[in-house]
């Protein structure tokens, strides 16, 4: 059973940045971000294997930006020109190679763009 501890997030301006970090208490394949606002679905934010190869969602593509520190069993998101339809809980994942979905799940952290 993997744990997932999430840090990061926070009321931000428009324009504005945060980081989000997500820590796993062992190594797994695929790590990254969900997010969901009121009333809408969950959707995928980005991802990252423990190969290095990512993928975005358009709606924060040459916005954000994932990493990982496979030393740390660590991602992060770094999101820059914040909006404010970029409010929403952020949720980190991990999965298991050849998983198509997530496995594991992280508690949540409220990302809120507003002036």
């Known amino acids: 059973q993997v744990q997932l501890v999430e840090s990061g997030g926070g009321l931000v301006q428009p324009g504005g940045s945060l980081r989000l970090s997500c820590a796993a208490s062992f190594s797994i394949y695929g790590m990254g971000w969900y997010r969901q606002a009121p009333g809408q679905q969950r959707e995928l934010v980005a991802g990252?294997?423990?190969?290095?190869?990512?993928n975005y969602a358009d709606s924060v593509k040459g916005r954000f930006t994932i990493s990982r520190d496979n030393a740390k069993n660590t991602v992060y998101l770094r999101m820059n020109s914040l909006k404010p339809e970029d409010t929403a809980v952020y949720y980190c994942y991990a999965r298991g190679y050849g998983d198509q979905v997530p496995s594991y799940w992280g508690q949540g952290t409220q990302v809120t763009v507003s002036s």
């Open positions: 990252i294997t423990s190969g290095g190869g990512t």
